[in-house]
């Protein structure tokens, strides 16, 4: 370290306040000044494996269907661009190079080649997770084939509707590339691809009021994210050290939008959902790297004001538009849209902000948040089929039906395995003193502290069951924390125990429960959640369209729904065995049966009941 970055760091330190600031990680460039480390650190993607159970499942299938696409067919379009040979098949839907999109009724071709960046992340990951030797080595063929496509003053962006959005995502893929699969020339390709969008991008990021402003050809012209791309410059400027990275990143932060929500001003109502929650992403880098507070409080803020927005799901966005607050259009979505929430894009935003916040501030809300959108929503996408068909919108439309959407290759396919390679690394966290768990799922997470190496096992059906155990196998003991996520929603009557002792210390929902010890290997950890049953009304303007939940889990209405229904009647709802998704209760009217997202098929559902005052 020399000493101009040293006194870089300090200076930070001051600024950033209680944030410690700690050596950068190995893999960074010795060359990158980062003002801000954030107390909580994300594991390696090999020291988290989960265990068998769905969430490991989807992870599978996602990992399998990208492993087996045919890589003709994801170059096609970036060949044909160029003018090259382009041999293979079309992917189809919105993948494919052709001159028939017209929308709204035509999104053929809407954006050639759009995914193939997130589809090379999400392999990349995977292969980080699996070590697989087939996976690493597709990801290195993808690169060079990829590479061998870009040419300087190359065409592909020529005519291109949206070059900043298909960048970013080439973008992340590269990174990961190079990073987690290890790919020799991905941060080489990375630069080319750089240098051949430049010259399609505006010269700082454009809200969609100004892209309409500007001359355009097509509508889809105006949809272009450029206030999404910061959070990859900023991640290529730490993976190769060049400054020219970071200067991007600046240019394109997006301060018509940060500088209000840092002050607190709701700029939400009217704006594409998921990029502007994407977007708080490009914020916490710029805190990470720049030490600018203001971006911190730009990303928390607007995250609150998302959630003050949420469905009970913790899904948003109708129609991927925020609304306004105060006037009761979440409730009046009910009735106007089966698009009410983007899920796999929307829950990978989700989980990539409530993660870089939970890092930084320790609060566990950000953990409660993350596992309410997982099991709420991603968790009951229906699998992405081998031709391109793919889990867009959930329904929360007062008739509503699990549907795949329209077209092939959408976005939604792309955040779909990113967002499953990353369930072992939102599950936990590395801290100073010892690890936090952050997500009750089957998984083993393997590390060293100190010198001491460290096991921790984690059994559970959670959260259909209220109870996860833990398991520690330990070389040698040693002493360090263990932070255990206490919901905000936990009753009274929850327990915990090591080695069968009760645990006698107040647990406090809402927090994260720290137990310091000196572990040693066998140890065991129980944890029971009371989770009482409890109403969440759509709005404050509609305080009788409520929502039963049960811990971090909405129960959906399925079958008949009873023409009247009280809401002591839904509150004594009760499980129809103990091993069963399902929940029952009497009305004046029949029986309701509620179930879980996850656990609905074909069959119509109700997220919302209207009960008598
Ligand atoms: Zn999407």
Redesign the pocket.
Known sequence: MNVSRRKFMKTSAVAAGAMTVRSIPAWANSAVQVAVMAPLSVFEYSEVQLLDGPLRHQFDHNHDLFLHLDEDALLKPFRQREGMPAPGPDMGGWYDNADDFSPPENFHAFIPGHTFGQYLSGLARAYAVTGSTATQEKVHRLVWAFAETVKPSGKFYVGYHLPAYTYDKTSCGLIDAHQFAKCPNALDAHWRATQAVLPYLPEKALSRPEQRARRHSSVADTWDETYTLPENFFLAYQRSGDSRYRDLATRFIEKEYFDPLAEGQNVLPGEHA?SHVNAFSSAMQAYLVLGDEKYLRAASNGLRMVQEQSYATGGWGPDEAFVEPGKGLLDASLGTTHASF?T???AYGHFKITRYLLRVTRDSRYGDSMERVLYNTIAGATPILADGTSF?YSDYNNSARKVHHRDKW???S??FPQLTADYGISSYYKSQDGIYVNLFIPSRVSWSHNDTRCKLTQTTEYPRANTTQFAFALERPANFAVYVRIPAWAGAKTLLSINGRRWDNPIEPGKFLALQRTWKDGDRVELELEMPLRLEAVDDQNPNTVALMRGPLALFAVGETPTRITRSQLLAAAPVTQSSHDWTTQTDSGVLTLRPFAAIMSEGYRLYQRVEA
């Open positions: 998921y983007e796999p894009c929307g867009y959408p976005c939604c792309g955040t």
